[in-house]
């Protein structure tokens, strides 16, 4: 089995139980040896299409279709609270574990299906006459106005229209009661990144989080690839665990990719963190022709294959798992490209720029930026592969769209690119911004007219300008 696929079935504690035999009555310990299911003997793929039938407005009118018959072979099967019946959520404790990016932004927008199917999640519940509990960790970060519990509770009782009461029952180590959830139908547990034993997967803390919950719904995709007390462990208490509607959408997303037969098929790939990582990179490794790393891990690569790097780059406790995506890669005959070269800027001569080759950047020199070389190399890579998912038509963006394109990957609110395109008006401009509010300052504080196409979440948001020549929204 694939390390996605472990991941998936560690996080997601899946259930052999069929969804016309679910147990009714005592809730239990489940005993498997660790905090997961085993998947043997479970059905690989859904039968059939379906339909989700959602509107977090109380209409529920809107239907998506999500599946196709044997599309979902690549990852094993997962339950999901579509295929759970509707009467055995009636009277039951349901806890869920959402996704607070989703939720809890400081600009939520409610058009978008991960927030629709994510609201759609516990309206549901709670219209089957569940009571639910809510969990996840939250940051000032996403939104200033998340002080606190009852803050959070708050915010969410506003876009769910529905009340939500906050409960201190994790700071004061007492487990919820009965009695406790006759107040409402939906409560708020406090912020668990506040709590070490989150991380760890604490089975006391794990039980302590699900008393008297009967059922589980892990509707917080991004956190699938950790191993928390808040998904893995809670399972354990509950007799029945799934995955929400956002979790199954998004799910769905990474099959499709995972089903591509189209060639050659490139992975590029950002970011630090290679150790933790590494599950993930191996799967890319499966299914990839090429690894193109362009970010903090290809030094890690670099150094995998006997580069020298800079010190201060090197990643610790990573260079074991870097020599195994090295071997598993050369086994399986992936390309794996690095960069050859980097733009570097100097702690003590601010405003100079200099390249150097990958291999021998300069003490107290840092690298900021793909070289000349490497953006030539990718750009080879590259030439011969179709971006997926999406097809964006140029024309709309940019009156020319056959001049030189110019990338820049996080840009931020944008100020940097849009200055460089009123200077260059020979050149057509492409901000990659995964960060949405970031874009909506812009729009509302800018008239510099650009074009902002807005992509499926997890994938980011992307601006266009061509100077003079950009199309305005």
Known sequence: MSPVLKTVQTTL???????SNYPRKEKKLLQHGSCSFPINNVQLSFRGGFEVVSNVNRSHKEKTCLYDEGELEALPHVQTLREFPREELVAKVVMVRFDSTILLGEKLDLSSQSASKALYTIKYLHECGAKVILMSEWSRKINPKLLDAQAVADILSSVLQLNVIALRCISCKSPLRREDLQKADIFLLENLSEYKEEVAN???????????????????????????????????????????????????????????KKKPYLAVIGGGNLKRNAAALQFLASRCDALV???????QIMRALGHSIPTNLVERDAHKAALDIVQFAHDKNVLMSYPKDFWCTNQHLPTELEVFPAHGVSASWLPVDLGPRSLEEIYSLVTNSKAYPFEIDWSVAY?????????????????????????????????????????????????????????PRRIGSCFSSGGACCKGR
């Open 399 to 455: 009156h020319d769209a056959s001049l030189p394109l110019v990338v820049d990957i996080g840009s931020g609110n944008g100020l940097f690119i849009m200055g460089m395109a009123q200077n260059r008006k020979d050149l057509n401009f492409l901000g990659l911004e995964i960060n949405g509010k970031i874009l909506y300052w812009f729009k509302c504080n800018n008239d510099i007219p650009f074009h902002c196409l807005q992509l």
């Open 13 to 19: 504690s899946l259930n052999k139980l069929s969804s």
């Open 293 to 299: 790393f362009v970010g903090q891990m290809s030094f």
């Open 202 to 260: 604490c089975s006391k803390f794990a039980e302590l989080l699900s008393s008297e919950v009967d059922i589980l719904v892990n509707d917080s995709f991004c956190q699938s690839h950790k191993v928390l007390a808040s998904t893995v462990g809670v399972a354990r208490f509950c007799y029945a665990s799934m995955a929400g509607f956002s979790f199954e959408e998004n799910l769905h997303q990474l099959k499709k990719i995972a089903k591509t």
